[in-house]
T-cell receptor, first 113, second 116 residues
Framework: DAKTTQPPSMDCAEGRAANLPCNHSTISGNEYVYWYRQIHSQGPQYIIHGLKNNETNEMASLIITEDRKSSTLILPHATLRDTAVYYCIVSPIPWGGSEKLVFGKGTKLTVNP | DSGVTQTPKHLITATGQRVTLRCSPRSGDLSVYWYQQSLDQGLQFLIQYYNGEERAKGNILERFSAQQFPDLHSELNLSSLELGDSALYFC???????????????FGPGTRLTVL
């Protein structure tokens, strides 16, 4: 079962920041937070991951609270092409084991013109 | 383009039949994963192979089987097909077994299977 809780849907205006929350209150010390997105039945796409520090890459920023029980994915300037289902996943550091991804229902983000 | 290829893109078949889905991972990736996405179940992990060996099994039915070949491509075999097997089937690949956190999975475009 997915160990995360996300709102089922969100809307964002084009050009504005999209902030997608995720609760993972049962996260354990060896688990990372990963974000993937799926654009209309295409294969999921990796966005970003983090352990406890805030992370930024060319696609997004990830803010993890100090207690690590929740996080926020930030798309700084959302475009229409960012309309997708966003999945927040917690997964342990897979030292020699399987790193299967357990997907929940995700958040359907709609970016409006 | 993730670098992962899947064939065929679409497959329409009848109940009771058997089909084979094919996946070619990104160059250099040793791990291959199969996922099923249906309307009612969402994205579910089926099975993982690493360098030819099965590493993990998820919610994979006994009617389904997979293998990874020496050239690292993988095939998912679905037999005695039922209406409920209609779904999108995704293959993903990653570099290694994940001895470290930077082991994101790269997904292919999927195969849409319709069982009539």
């Amino acid at each position: 079962d997915a160990k995360t809780t996300q709102p089922p849907s969100m809307d964002c205006a084009e050009g504005r920041a999209a902030n997608l929350p995720c609760n993972h209150s049962t996260i354990s010390g060896n688990e990372y937070v990963y974000w993937y997105r799926q654009i209309h039945s295409q294969g999921p796409q990796y966005i970003i991951h983090g352990l406890k520090n805030n992370e930024t890459n060319e696609m997004a920023s990830l803010i993890i609270t100090e207690d690590r029980k929740s996080s926020t994915l930030i798309l700084p300037h959302a475009t229409l092409r960012d309309t997708a289902v966003y999945y927040c996943i917690v997964s342990p550091i897979p030292w020699g084991g399987s790193e299967k991804l357990v997907f929940g229902k995700g958040t359907k983000l709609t970016v409006n013109p | 383009d993730s670098g992962v290829t899947q064939t065929p893109k679409h497959l329409i078949t009848a109940t009771g039949q058997r089909v084979t889905l094919r996946c070619s991972p990104r160059s250099g990736d040793l791990s291959v994963y199969w996922y099923q996405q249906s309307l009612d179940q969402g994205l579910q992990f089926l099975i993982q192979y690493y360098n030819g060996e099965e590493r993990a099994k998820g919610n994979i039915l006994e009617r389904f089987s997979a293998q990874q070949f020496p050239d690292l491509h993988s095939e998912l075999n679905l037999s005695s097909l039922e209406l409920g097997d209609s779904a999108l089937y995704f293959c993903a690949s990653s570099v290694n077994l994940g001895r470290g956190p930077n082991n994101e999975q790269f997904f292919g475009p999927g195969t849409r299977l319709t069982v009539l």
